[in-house]
């Protein structure tokens, strides 16, 4: 199952990526996060920043390298790794990567864990690509991986760059559950309209859900529920006492220590995500589409 937090700057993405990601830890199945921002936060989060290192990031040229063969195989059709495109959908010839196994797959090197958390972090601009690359040619591996991953009986947690990124690549359409990130203000809303005009455009309305975070009071759920619809509303967040503490002394997640409500509410992700994972099929036939028409 794979779910990935979007949404405008600031909004909340980082967060409850890592209070989810933490939270079906309790599961005992596999989760496997993607830190897929520019800006490199879930480390710190999860208590990880001491393991982390830029040769670990999977857009480290040599390690985007080394992923790509692994994932090509044996394929004929493929002389060369700049042939894998970020549509290449797995066949006969190529490797996958098992969720269930990921301490002995081509990730095992590049994955920062404890227990049955993994991070992967995509990596961000290396000096001497600065002025010459975008951050999209990073992600191009992330792709490629998700395309090839097997997650049916575990998590994927992905923490995405801000705005409305993922229309520009496969990503948006990666996922079981795009869960959008809306703050009780004007602007967040804008994004949300915006998000669900192109979520329709490229076929993924259905994936689309929104969680309404920072909620201080009545006033705040009021104004949510006049421009959410209900069917793609999976809950208030509230503002955490908490999160503002975590914030003040940089310290890392306690699921623990969170308060009750919002505990709730990442249950009730969980039980989006579950009901609405889908048949990998469906997700094969989004990428298909888009390889028909970029490739
Ligand atoms: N429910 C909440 N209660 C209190 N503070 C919160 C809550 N949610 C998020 N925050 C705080 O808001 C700030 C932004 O959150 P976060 O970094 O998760 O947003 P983001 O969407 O990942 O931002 P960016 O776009 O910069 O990556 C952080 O300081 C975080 O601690
Ligand atoms: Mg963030």
Redesign the pocket.
Known sequence: MRIA?V????????????LFSKHVTNTQKPVLVFDA?L?I?LPELFGFKESVSPDMYISNNEVTATIKKYLIGNNPNIKDIIDLRKTTLPNEYSNSIDINNLDTSILKDYLVKKDNLNLAIVGTYEDERIGKSCYHGNLVVFENILNHLVDTDGYVVT?M??GVDAFANTLHAQFDVLAL?VEPTKRSIEVFEHYNHLAKEGGVYKNLFVIA???RNESDKNFILEHIPEKQFIGF????????E??RTSSSLDISKLESE?VKLLDKIKEVLETNAEDTKDRFSRIQKLHNKIV
């Open positions: 937090f949404g405008k700057g600031g909004s909340g993405k980082t967060t409850l990526s890592a921002d800006n936060h923490d760059v801000a990130i975070n920072k909620i967040f509230n503002e955490s006492e908490y999160l503002r975590i914030e919002n």
